[in-house]
């Protein structure tokens, strides 16, 4: 079965500064996709970005990127210039060949954004 | 507004009440899910739905009962539920169900069960 493991439970970032997000994986799967969803105070799940696994290359989305390696089945979120609003709990998430579109996720990491 | 739009936003009852969770999607897509997202706990796929057809349950205790009368619409039918039931319940859809389809996901539906 896969898994998803977030370890830092809770981080915090100044405002404008950087921040970088760590998951780690397990999985037998070769075609498998990655995915970081924010959820705000509001509750709705939203996303923010996804990988697929064939792709070498980084995802980027504005102020957000990823590390993606594979090798060692890290996905960390970076985020650049962080804004108040980024402030949520971000969770990161798995689906594969076996698991079709059924998301498995990590545990969360709770980020607050200092002014 | 959202694509998936959930309704009671929250909701109390009681162990012997029945009531319903209601959510709708706009955004044309064939397959919708329930998740449980509890205090401490990663998020908890329920249900599955691709094309109106349950394709998935996941031991789900039958006190929870889904009802996806079109492909828009998904229901969550709760009765004789329990204190540990009370969580976030969010509703979800996709285009489809096959591997790394973007799930986009409602607000949730707070229940509270007392």
């Known amino acids: 079965a896969q898994t998803v493991t977030q370890s830092q439970p809770e981080m915090s970032v100044q405002e404008a500064e950087t921040v970088t997000l760590s998951c780690t994986y397990d999985?037998?799967?070769?075609?498998?996709?990655l995915f970081w969803y924010k959820q705000p105070p509001s509750r709705q799940m939203i996303l923010v970005i996804r990988?697929?696994?064939?792709?070498?290359q980084n995802a980027t989305e504005n102020r957000f990127s990823v590390n993606f390696q594979k090798a060692a089945k890290s996905f960390s979120l970076k985020i650049s210039d962080s804004q108040l609003g980024d402030a949520a709990m971000y969770f990161c998430?798995?689906?594969?060949?076996?698991?079709?579109?059924?998301?498995?996720f990590g545990e969360g990491t709770q980020l607050t954004v200092n002014p | 507004e959202t694509g998936v739009t959930q309704t009671p936003r929250h909701l109390v009852m009681g162990m012997t009440n029945k009531k319903s969770l209601k959510c709708e999607q706009h955004?044309?897509?064939?397959?919708m899910y329930w998740y449980k997202q509890s205090a401490k706990k990663p998020l908890e796929l329920m249900f599955v739905?691709?094309?109106?057809?349950?394709?998935e349950n996941n031991s789900v205790p039958s006190r929870f009962s889904p009802e996806c009368p079109n492909s828009s619409h998904l229901f969550l039918h709760l009765h004789t539920l329990q204190p540990e039931d009370s969580a976030l319940y969010l509703c979800?859809?996709?285009?489809?169900?096959?591997?790394?389809?973007?799930?986009?996901f409602g607000e949730g539906s707070w229940l509270t069960v007392v």
């Open positions: 979800a859809s996709s285009q489809l169900t096959g591997p790394g389809n973007t799930i986009y």
């Open positions: 999985t037998s799967e070769s075609d498998y996709y």
């Open positions: 990988q697929e696994a064939y792709k070498q």
């Open positions: 998430a798995y689906t594969g060949e076996t698991s079709g579109s059924r998301l498995t």
């Open positions: 955004l044309g897509h064939n397959a």
């Open positions: 739905y691709s094309l109106e057809e349950r394709v």
